[in-house]
């Protein structure tokens, strides 16, 4: 993610929007399977697999293709926030849906949701 903040404050705010997430994501998913005894559908519909897994593609397209390509902190948030959310979504999707391999499948959201780490892997000057 090149077009991180230089603000420390605007930074923490990535920092807590993605902690949160992560956090929701864990505590949820945890809570659903503890005591509900669901077992994977193997009669659920891979047409309705694709689309459950489709906005989890959408997130790693903008993680991957655009976030790098914004200068701007706050497109670069809002593509942030947009992606993790989809991400989110998705894995969220998988916790309270009847779905086959949905520990795979949240593990690989959680992964994506990983990816969206607010790291500076390259420093780039970006005052005028």
Avoid: E
Avoid at 49 to 65: D, K, Q, T
Avoid at 75 to 90: E, Q, W
């Amino acid at each position: 993610m090149n077009a991180l903040p230089r603000s420390k404050v605007w930074l923490a705010f990535w920092w807590l929007v993605w902690c949160a997430v992560l956090v929701q994501q864990l505590a949820l998913h945890s809570w659903r399977l503890g005591g509900s005894g669901f077992r994977d559908n193997p009669a659920f519909s891979r047409v309705s697999l694709v689309i459950i897994l489709a906005p989890f593609g959408i997130s790693m397209i903008v993680r991957w293709l655009a976030i790098p390509r914004i200068s701007s902190p706050v497109g670069a948030f809002f593509l942030f926030a947009g992606g993790l959310g989809l991400a989110g979504g998705t894995a969220l999707a998988t916790s309270f849906l009847d779905v086959p391999y949905k520990q795979i499948v949240f593990f690989i959201c959680l992964a994506g949701i990983l990816t969206f780490v607010p790291l500076r892997l390259r420093t780039k000057d970006v005052s005028a």
